[in-house]
C-alpha cells in the first residue's frame, strides 16, 4: 500500500492566521482526499484533489477557506485560512488503492486559539 | 443523505472476551464498507474491507467482518480480544463507483483491561 507522509503533525495557532498541511506519498495516485476530523465526531470529506485540475469541494466547504493545490502526482497541500477555534480539528489526506482500500496519513491535529 | 452508525460509542471488555461492534448504513445501492482502526497515537489503518463475494471478510489481526445486506449491516467481531486491541474502530461505506468519498460512522472506543 501506499505510503503517506503529512506534515506537520500538530500545530497551535493563532486566530486568524492560515496554516498549509502537505501530503506527500511515496507512488503516483490520481486523486488525493483531505478529510477533517473535529473533536468527538467522525471524520469528513473535504475535497478530492486531482492533478492539473481544481480540487472538487463537499457541501460545506468552500476553495477561499479551505484551498488545495495538487502541483503533481505525488504531492497535495491544504491550507486552513483565516482560522478560528471552530477549525480546530485534525486533518487527514487519503489515496486510494482498489485491493487496500484507501489509505490515510497520519493526520494534522491543529489547535486554534 | 447517506450515514453510517456505529451503536457503541466505547466498549470496555476484559481480555478473552468476545467482541462485536455494530455498523449500519443507509444507502440501499451498491456499496464498498470498510472497517478502520486508529491506535493510540497511530493514524488510521485498514482492518478490512468488502467489495463483493462472500459476505463474511477476514482481516488483519484476527478480526473478521460480515455483510448482511438485508440488514444494511457490516459488524465487525473478534473472539477474543486482547489488551493490544485497545483503540478506536471507524466503519466506513461508499457507494460503488463513488470514489474517495467514504462516509465514517462516529467510531466506538474500545478499551481492553488486562
Known amino acids: 500500500s501506499a505510503v503517506i507522509s503529512q506534515k506537520p503533525s500538530r500545530d497551535i495557532c493563532q486566530r486568524g492566521t492560515s496554516l498549509t498541511i502537505q501530503c506527500q506519498v511515496d507512488s503516483q495516485v490520481t486523486m488525493m482526499f483531505w478529510y477533517r476530523q473535529q473533536p468527538g465526531q467522525s471524520l469528513t470529506l473535504i475535497a478530492t484533489?486531482?492533478?492539473?485540475?481544481?480540487?472538487?469541494?463537499e457541501s460545506g466547504f468552500v476553495i477561499d477557506k479551505f484551498p488545495i493545490s495538487r502541483p503533481n502526482l505525488t504531492f497535495s497541500t491544504l491550507t486552513v485560512s483565516n482560522m478560528s477555534p471552530e477549525d480546530s480539528s485534525i486533518y487527514l489526506c487519503s489515496v486510494e488503492g482498489f485491493t487496500y482500500g484507501y489509505t490515510f496519513g497520519s493526520g494534522t491535529r491543529l489547535t486554534v486559539v | 443523505a447517506q450515514s453510517v452508525s456505529q451503536h457503541n460509542h466505547h466498549v470496555i471488555l476484559s481480555e478473552a472476551a468476545s467482541l462485536e461492534l455494530g455498523c449500519n448504513y443507509s444507502?440501499?445501492?451498491?456499496?464498498?464498507l470498510f472497517w478502520y482502526v486508529q491506535y493510540p497515537g497511530q493514524h488510521l489503518q485498514l482492518l478490512l474491507k468488502y467489495f463483493s463475494g462472500d459476505p463474511l471478510v477476514k482481516g488483519i489481526k484476527g478480526f473478521e467482518a460480515e455483510f448482511i445486506k438485508s440488514k444494511f449491516s457490516f459488524n465487525l467481531r473478534k473472539p477474543s480480544v486482547q489488551w493490544s486491541d485497545t483503540a478506536e474502530y471507524f466503519c466506513?461505506?461508499?457507494?460503488?463507483?463513488?470514489?474517495?468519498?467514504?462516509?465514517f460512522g462516529q467510531g466506538t472506543t474500545l478499551q481492553v483491561k488486562p
Open positions: 444507502y440501499g445501492g451498491t456499496v464498498n
Open positions: 466506513a461505506v461508499i457507494r460503488s463507483g463513488n470514489t474517495g468519498k467514504l462516509i
Open positions: 484533489a486531482n492533478q492539473g485540475s481544481e480540487a472538487t469541494y
